[in-house]
Structures are given as structure tokens and as C-alpha cells.
């Protein structure tokens, strides 16, 4: 038997033998289940998170710890999750966890980003570590969100449980721009294409954080609700907001095919107090923009369709 390279003789004997070994055995798996089950009926988790191994468990009793899990919902009046990595389940019956990375386009299946609020990548406490801009934490949430994601956020608390003065200062400044545009994130769904804008993201998926991009005043990610469609531009636009949204490259007269003038009750800025006025011209939808900024990081139009009836 070989030695791996770097890793001591003993241990190296017992990663080789892991990594050659068969499928778990029964026994293996009654305690996997076990375990699950303390959890569930134990603590009553909203939320399971698998990291990778669970590839390894075969699909009978993956689909059985799914049913089991997801039946509590009824029982226990609220909704449950179930995080994975990779190809470890089917999209659709659980969340997709990117690990310091995220998704380039919207997605049909739910996803998550687990990061954290500091520069490190790391799930603990680092006591030189440096943070994150507040606007990076803010721009990649409404991203995430546009696209069909959610985004979980690591704060690294001390040993005696207190938050960090960097970490509190990160939640704070995502805290004051939720107080003013939360509505365009919570409860929300994704619209008919997550956004527009000339940013794109150099790379994507798990651990791909580290090519982090900077956003203009021409980046907008979209979200929706009922009758309202929330257009968030990634920077302050300049007099003029315009939406380019789906232009007919081909045509002559360019315009927006996914919202019509004559759909449009009304348009305002979440945090402004006042209707704004706009109109559609060759460039797209063209919002005349506030004196004023109601916040900080990123800027939310709310358009009001009219009622079909």
C-alpha cells in the first residue's frame, strides 16, 4: 500500500482504505438514521444541512429521510428545508448550497450561498480577520435573491458568544437597508429573468467567492410580488433610471417586451415618499430618479402594475 503524499504514514493507511471501501453497511446507515432522528424529533430542526458525504447513502434511505422529514410540516404548522452540495439529491426536493460561491443565471430549484460576514471563508472566530463592505453583503443578497437564492451569513462569534465589532457593524449596515427595502426582498419571488446590467461574474458555483465583481448603476436585479415589480439598480443611476430590459436587438424601435406602458399604475423609490415620473422611449423604460437617496448600496424602484380586472 502506498503513502499519501504529505499526510502521516498511519493515518495515510486509513484515508486509502476510505477511499477503496464499499457502500456504507446496514449498520452504518441504522446509525445514520438514528442520528437523524434525535435531531428531528429531538429539537425539531427547520432546517437540515448535509455537507459532503451523503452521496455515499443510497437513495432508499435518502428518499425515506426526506419524506419523513418534510411530513413533519404539517404536524409542526411550518415550513422545512433540507441543504445538500453537489449532485447529492434531485433539484427541486431540497437546497442547493454553494459553499463561498453562488449561481450566474435564475434557477428553476431553490439554492443557498453559506458565507461570511469576514474575508476569510472561515466558520469560526479569526481574530485578524478583515470584513466585507457592507455593499458587497447587500449587492450579493439581492442577487441571490433575484436568481432563486437565499444567502446565509457566518458572524464568527467569540468564544464568550459576543459578535465581533466588524461583524456587528456588517449586520448593521444590512440591517438599515432592509428597514428601507426589505419589501423588495422578503416574501418575494423571482421575476421572468433575474436582471440586466454589462457586470457579469468572472466565475460561479462553490468557492468561487474569491472572483467577487463590482457592480455599476446599469446592474438591476429584478424580484416580484403580486402586482408589484421591484427593479434594484446595483448603484446610484444619474437623472435618468432606465430598464433595458429584452430589447429587440434586431428592430429598429427597441423595446421592452415583458412590460408595456399601459400595464404601469405607478412608480416609485422604497424610501421616497412620492411618485416618480416616467415614460417609454426607444432606450427602455426611462424613471426620472429622486433628489435624493433614500439609503445606502443599492436602490429600489417599486413599479405598480394595474389589477387585470
Same mark, same amino acid.
Given at each position: 500500500?502506498?503513502?499519501?503524499?504529505?499526510?502521516?504514514?498511519?493515518?495515510?493507511?486509513?484515508?486509502?482504505?476510505?477511499?477503496?471501501?464499499?457502500?456504507?453497511?446496514?449498520?452504518?446507515?441504522?446509525?445514520?438514521?438514528?442520528?437523524?432522528?434525535?435531531?428531528?424529533?429531538?429539537?425539531?430542526?427547520?432546517?437540515?444541512? $448535509?455537507?459532503?458525504?451523503?452521496?455515499?447513502? +443510497?437513495?432508499?434511505? /435518502?428518499?425515506?429521510?426526506?419524506?419523513?422529514?418534510?411530513?413533519?410540516?404539517?404536524?409542526? *404548522?411550518?415550513?422545512?428545508?433540507?441543504?445538500? /452540495?453537489?449532485?447529492?439529491?434531485?433539484?427541486?426536493?431540497?437546497?442547493?448550497?454553494?459553499?463561498?460561491?453562488?449561481?450566474?443565471?435564475?434557477?428553476?430549484?431553490?439554492?443557498?450561498?453559506?458565507?461570511?460576514?469576514?474575508?476569510?471563508?472561515?466558520?469560526?472566530?479569526?481574530?485578524?480577520?478583515?470584513? /466585507?463592505?457592507?455593499?458587497?453583503?447587500?449587492?450579493?443578497? !439581492?442577487?441571490?435573491?433575484?436568481?432563486?437564492?437565499?444567502?446565509?451569513?457566518?458572524?464568527?462569534?467569540?468564544?464568550?458568544?459576543?459578535?465581533?465589532?466588524?461583524?456587528?457593524? =456588517?449586520?448593521?449596515?444590512?440591517?438599515?437597508?432592509?428597514?428601507?427595502?426589505?419589501?423588495?426582498?422578503?416574501?418575494?419571488?423571482?421575476?421572468?429573468?433575474? *436582471?440586466?446590467?454589462?457586470?457579469?461574474?468572472?466565475?460561479?458555483?462553490? $468557492?468561487?467567492?474569491?472572483?467577487? !465583481?463590482?457592480?455599476?448603476?446599469?446592474?438591476?436585479?429584478?424580484? =416580484?410580488?403580486?402586482?408589484?415589480l421591484y427593479a434594484t439598480f446595483l448603484g446610484?443611476?444619474?437623472?435618468?433610471?432606465?430598464?433595458?430590459?429584452?430589447?429587440? /436587438?434586431?428592430?429598429? $424601435? %427597441?423595446?421592452?417586451?415583458?412590460?408595456?406602458?399601459?400595464?404601469?399604475?405607478?412608480?416609485?423609490?422604497?424610501?421616497?415618499? %412620492?411618485?416618480?415620473?416616467?415614460?417609454?422611449?426607444?432606450?427602455?423604460?426611462?424613471?426620472?430618479?429622486?433628489?435624493?437617496?433614500?439609503?445606502?448600496?443599492?436602490?429600489?424602484?417599486?413599479?405598480?402594475?394595474?389589477? +387585470?380586472?
Amino acid at each position: 500500500m502506498h503513502n499519501v503524499e504529505g499526510v502521516d504514514p498511519e493515518f495515510a493507511t486509513k484515508i486509502q482504505d476510505w477511499t477503496a471501501q464499499d457502500l456504507p453497511t446496514k449498520a452504518f446507515l441504522d446509525v445514520w438514521r438514528t442520528k437523524i432522528d434525535e435531531l428531528i424529533d429531538g429539537y425539531q430542526s427547520d432546517l437540515v444541512w $448535509f455537507d459532503f458525504g451523503i452521496r455515499f447513502i +443510497p437513495e432508499i434511505y /435518502k428518499r425515506r429521510f426526506l419524506a419523513d422529514y418534510y411530513n413533519k410540516e404539517e404536524a409542526w *404548522g411550518r415550513d422545512l428545508a433540507v441543504t445538500y /452540495k453537489g449532485h447529492d439529491f434531485a433539484p427541486g426536493i431540497a437546497v442547493l448550497d454553494y459553499e463561498l460561491g453562488r449561481e450566474a443565471e435564475l434557477t428553476y430549484y431553490d439554492w443557498i450561498t453559506d458565507t461570511s460576514v469576514d474575508d476569510q471563508g472561515a466558520w469560526s472566530y479569526v481574530s485578524d480577520a478583515k470584513f /466585507k463592505k457592507v455593499s458587497t453583503l447587500v449587492h450579493n443578497l !439581492v442577487d441571490n435573491v433575484s436568481k432563486n437564492g437565499y444567502l446565509l451569513l457566518n458572524v464568527g462569534p467569540k468564544a464568550d458568544g459576543s459578535i465581533p465589532d466588524g461583524a456587528r457593524q =456588517c449586520l448593521a449596515g444590512m440591517g438599515d437597508w432592509l428597514k428601507v427595502n426589505g419589501e423588495a426582498i422578503f416574501e418575494t419571488l423571482p421575476w421572468t429573468c433575474y *436582471g440586466e446590467g454589462p457586470t457579469e461574474m468572472e466565475a460561479v458555483g462553490t $468557492f468561487s467567492e474569491r472572483s467577487e !465583481v463590482e457592480y455599476t448603476p446599469e446592474d438591476i436585479r429584478f424580484t =416580484c410580488r403580486d402586482n408589484l415589480l421591484y427593479a434594484t439598480f446595483l448603484g446610484w443611476p444619474k437623472d435618468k433610471a432606465i430598464i433595458r430590459l429584452d430589447q429587440d /436587438k434586431e428592430s429598429s $424601435f %427597441k423595446t421592452i417586451k415583458r412590460l408595456y406602458p399601459g400595464e404601469i399604475e405607478s412608480i416609485r423609490m422604497l424610501g421616497i415618499d %412620492k411618485e416618480l415620473s416616467w415614460t417609454m422611449t426607444r432606450s427602455g423604460l426611462e424613471i426620472d430618479v429622486p433628489n435624493e437617496k433614500p439609503c445606502e448600496h443599492a436602490f429600489v424602484f417599486k413599479i405598480t402594475r394595474k389589477e +387585470p380586472f
